[in-house]
């Protein structure tokens, strides 16, 4: 299953969530301190602390910043407007 981490007061985390729920995918939320240096399974996962972040383990993906998130969401699962 997808999951995104982020939190809630991101502004680009809010579009990555918006997208999901318009493309009706099941989705997991991580969600991570605001405070960046207490990300530490975000730099596990992308070397950097900034959200937000999506993993997709079907397609052994991890995709960064929020504009590249919603181009992957609409190539392999469909497109939709937010």
Do not use: F
């Not at 969530?17 to 530490?40: A, M, N, Q, Y």
């Amino acid at each position: 299953m997808i999951e995104l981490y982020q939190h809630e007061l991101c502004g680009a985390c809010s579009r990555v969530r918006r997208k999901l729920t318009d493309l009706g995918l099941d989705w997991i939320s991580r969600t991570v301190s605001p405070s960046i240096s207490k990300r530490e399974r975000v730099v596990e996962l992308t070397g950097q602390p900034l959200v937000p972040v999506l993993v997709d383990p079907d397609n052994r993906m991890v995709v960064t910043e929020s504009h590249d998130i919603c181009a992957y969401l609409d190539e392999i699962y469909g497109t939709a407007t937010i």
